[in-house]
C-alpha cells in the first residue's frame, strides 16, 4: 500500500531522522570518550536495564537486535575488560546471567547522565518532528 505523502511530509521525515542521527552520533561521541565502543554502551544498558534474573546473552541479543553468537562475542570482550560478569544460575548451571561490575556501573551512570541531559536539550525539537508526522 503506497500513501500520498506531500512534499511536508518528506522534510518532516528527514527532519526527524536527522535530529536521531544527530542524537546517534552524540552517543556514539561519548562511549568512545568512556572508552567504550557504541555497541559496548548499548550492551551494558540493557545488562543493568534489566530484570534481576533477565540478563542472559539471549536478552542481550534481542535488545541489540543481533545474533546470539554475535552478543556472546561482545559479552566475552566486556568480561575480558573487566565490565561483565558471567554468573551461574542456581536452577540452570547451563544458563548464565550477566552482571555488570562496579567499574561497569560507573561508567554507565556517568554516560546515561549526560545521555538523559542530552535528551532533555532534544525534547522540544523532537516532540515538533514527531507531531509533525501524525
Known amino acids: ?7 511536508d511530509d518528506y522534510a518532516a521525515l528527514a527532519e526527524f531522522r536527522f535530529a536521531l542521527r544527530q542524537f546517534q552520533v552524540f552517543s556514539e ?17 540493557a545488562i543493568r536495564a534489566a530484570g534481576p534474573d533477565d540478563a542472559t ?14 552478543a556472546s562475542e561482545l559479552i566475552d570482550r566486556l568480561e575480558v575488560q573487566g565490565l561483565v560478569r ?14 555488570l561490575t562496579p567499574q561497569a556501573s560507573r561508567i554507565l551512570s556517568d554516560l ?17 518532528h514527531l507531531s509533525r508526522l501524525t
Open 1 to 7: 500500500m503506497t500513501a500520498n505523502l506531500t512534499d
Open 29 to 45: 561521541e561519548r562511549a568512545a570518550e568512556a572508552g567504550l565502543k557504541p555497541q559496548q554502551h548499548q550492551a551494558l544498558l
Open 57 to 70: 546473552v539471549g536478552y542481550v541479543a534481542q535488545r541489540l537486535i543481533v545474533k546470539p553468537h554475535s
Open 86 to 99: 558471567r554468573e551461574p544460575t542456581q536452577s540452570d548451571r547451563r544458563r548464565a546471567l550477566i552482571r
Open 112 to 128: 546515561s547522565s549526560v545521555h538523559r541531559e542530552e535528551i532533555r536539550r532534544l525534547q522540544p525539537s523532537l516532540v515538533a
